[in-house]
């Protein structure tokens, strides 16, 4: 697939920008601080209905401006769509596809596919747990957009059931053993089995997952690096050992029932769910060693490309080509790692780099160049 067109309002920096695109490769070049990660900012939010940079909307509407819009023409085969956000930080976003009425933005997952690199990624590799949980689950409802609905039914009711916990934590530490606490307790039960069911669904989806990824990332680890892996997918679940066993939801279901039966009495104690996909760990090995405290820093970097390749791999052949964002990486990577990821992206149907300087977008990347200057976008 590929974008045609792409439009901003009041998104970031820009009050307003309209960029036309073509298949191929596009660079967009420019100083810093001139709004071209902004550009592309903008392609990931339409993929993902989030930025890679910031969690929430607020900074994504230009200063001073209330609301902000992205829009982009999607072409897959021969069949073009529009959509459009609308984001509206502090009340609900809109959408809409092909002009027509408003739709939930999570309908609009899917229509436009993307894979993005960026310097951030090697937080996949050296950042904490939710880095590594991100990654799996926005990969996982690009192959399978009604997982958004999943994860957004399995935050509400790690929600609820947190706040329950609370109150019975609460009502235990002031030796009341009346009001708030018993009811709370009774009801957590049914929380349970809502949590249960949620999070079997996510976690069935993550190992699925993870057994596709992982010869594709130990492919593209040794494209990029070669001799330098074997790469290994570890899932690491809070809900123990059994997880590698569990073949179907309903073992999984069990299996976090089970653990969260077990964990209830410390759960009281502390007020907060301990056990769920939401505490688990994507262990990254190089090796027979873990990737995080152990590898070199090439070693992070050639690892957190793994994965962005990989992703790509799975999409392309799941689903077709999504658009490829390389976002400021050609001047964070070694002469030897950049020619081999410039070689490996460049047959794509799309490709948006951004660049500070046009030596750092290799020469294979030669294509449609943009220069971006104090929110101008302009063809060169
Ligand atoms: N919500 C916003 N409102 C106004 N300006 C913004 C907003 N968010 C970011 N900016 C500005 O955008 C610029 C950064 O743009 P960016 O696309 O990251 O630059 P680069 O060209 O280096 O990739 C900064 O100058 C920042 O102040
Ligand atoms: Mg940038």
Redesign the pocket.
Known sequence: MHVTHLSLADF??YVRAEVALAPGVTAFV??????????V?AVGYLATLGSHRVSSDT??????AERAVVRAAVVQGDRQQLIELELNPGKSNRARINRSSQVRPRDVLGILRSVLFAPEDLALVKGDPGERRRFLDELITARAPRMAGVRSDYDRVLKQRNTLLKTAALARRHGSRSGGGDAALSTLDVWDQHLARAGAELLAQRLDLISVLQPLADKAYEQLAPGGGPVLLEYRGSAGEGLAGAGSREELYELLMAALTEARKQEIERGVTLVGPHRDDLVLKLGRLPAKGYASHGESWSYALALRLASYDLLRTEAGEPVLVL??VFAELDERRRERLAELVAPGEQVLV?A?VEDDVPQVLAGTRYA?SEGEVRPV
């Open positions: 970031r920096s420019g100083p810093n601080g001139q709004g071209k990660t902004n550009l900012e900074p994504l509407v230009r200063m001073g976002d400021d951004t500070a971006v």
